[in-house]
């Protein structure tokens, strides 16, 4: 707890609310977007044995084939990959104080950005699609008053009951006036 709190800079009496990620099915669907880009060569592969027979007999272009899948099936890992690192590192915080976006784009690249709760002026939860509704996530978009003047939380699990619960942050806040 100690490592989350300085890498996230936050004060003694900050309190985490909550941590958010994408739902699971967004990377699902890439997951299974790849393994049927990655099962192409072997489909490939049978319809050559099966009608051209003789591309595979021969060993230098059965080699330069084995080469050129082999490639393929490289970048279709690194492409996963890079989708996980896109998925398991974009995050949203929600503290007692402020809202903090984590937006990691690619291996090196990652932009943070924080917006006190007394800045949020506007909070709209949004869930479109089949599998959006079924399986409840969709967008929380949060207009600021900040530089950064809206936050967009992407295909997060149960975004009307987060935009409720940041709403009534930021209502303890205005009532208060402690932050």
């Known amino acids: 707890m100690k490592l989350r709190r300085s890498l996230l800079q936050l004060d003694l009496n900050e309190r985490i609310v909550f941590f958010l990620h994408r739902h699971w099915f967004i990377f699902f669907k890439k997951v299974l977007s790849y393994l049927i880009l990655g099962s192409l060569p072997f489909l490939v592969y049978f319809i050559l044995k099966i009608y051209f027979p003789s591309i595979l007999a021969d060993k230098i272009i059965y080699s330069l084939l084995v080469l050129l899948v082999s490639l393929y099936l490289i970048f279709i890992w690194i492409s996963l990959f890079h989708a996980w690192i ?11 104080k402020q809202i903090i ?62 935009g409720q619960k940041i709403n009534k942050l930021v209502k303890e806040i205005l009532t208060t006036g402690v932050l």
């Open 86 to 96: 896109d998925y398991y590192f974009d995050l949203w915080v929600v503290t007692n």
């Open 101 to 162: 976006d984590i937006q990691q784009a690619g291996l090196f690249n990652r932009t943070l950005s924080k917006q006190p709760l007394n800045r949020v002026q506007d909070i709209t939860a949004e869930s479109k699609g089949f599998f959006p509704t079924i399986l409840r996530f969709g967008n929380v978009y949060i207009q600021t008053a900040g530089a950064k003047e809206r936050f967009v939380f992407r295909d997060i699990k149960n975004p009307y009951e987060v």
